[in-house]
């Protein structure tokens, strides 16, 4: 099976200009799974990530589990398509993906991050009760109620809840502290699952608390959480 990117159309848009040196620098969300979390059995599989920049040959990439050089890798961006390719270093928080593709299929990605450029430059206000945000800083700390605690990669997040990727699916209702935060796994997402807090938190402050390394001998899952609306 020839390694190329997998983008879902047969030709360039019009007017899709056709230099491949363009380069998106900002979040783009997304999803991947490792070759080698294909043959684990009972493992999770499938990861969220997030592009902090992105060209037609590589894309620096924030995740939870990093794999090792050179492994084999599909990932998916909003936005972008379903890419394959492999890991060429690992780097703080990541690794950086080389994309493996025909020429056509790069100048067609080529294409796709210049829209997404000038898309993210008309960005439309989010309209949820509580506003969804990207924190600057991805990586935190999940602690379970039964004492376990994960590294894990934060999706997003919002006053009342946060949506992060880790390699463990908690079952729903269970135990669980982000960081400093309490709460409990209350539904699944694409590539992890969302965790609704306690109390409704300050947004201002909410990354700070997240991302914190806590060390109080008393970690925050264990406190029964109560209900702070939609997470």
Not at 36 to 42: D, P, V
Not at 90 to 107: K, L
């Amino acid at each position: 099976m020839p390694a190329a990117a997998r983008i879902q159309t047969d030709a360039l848009a019009p007017g899709a200009p056709s230099r491949t040196d363009v380069r998106f620098i900002g979040d783009v969300m997304g999803s991947y799974v490792l070759a080698s979390r294909l043959q684990a059995q009972g493992s999770v599989q499938v990861f969220a990530c997030r592009a902090r920049s992105i060209s037609a040959y590589e894309a620096v990439i924030h995740a939870p589990v990093t794999g090792t050089p050179g492994e084999a890798l599909t990932v998916t961006f909003q936005g972008l398509g379903i890419l394959r390719g492999r890991i060429g270093r690992i780097v703080d928080g990541g690794f950086v993906a080389s994309f493996e593709c025909t020429e056509p299929e790069r100048a067609l990605l080529a294409s796709r991050i210049d829209w997404l450029k000038r898309r993210t430059l008309k960005a439309v206000a989010d309209r949820r009760a509580h506003k969804r945000v990207l924190p600057r800083e991805t990586r935190a700390k999940l602690l379970l109620g039964d004492g376990t605690s994960y590294d894990c990669f934060i999706i997003d997040m919002s006053q009342s809840g946060v949506a992060v990727s880790a390699d463990v699916l908690p079952p729903l209702g269970a135990l669980a502290g982000v960081g400093a935060v309490p709460g409990k796994v209350v539904r699944y997402v694409e590539a992890g699952f969302a965790v609704q807090f306690a109390e409704l938190q300050q947004l201002e402050q909410l990354e700070a608390l997240l991302t914190r390394q806590t060390k109080q001998n008393r970690h925050p899952a264990a406190r029964q959480p109560g209900v702070a609306g939609e997470a």
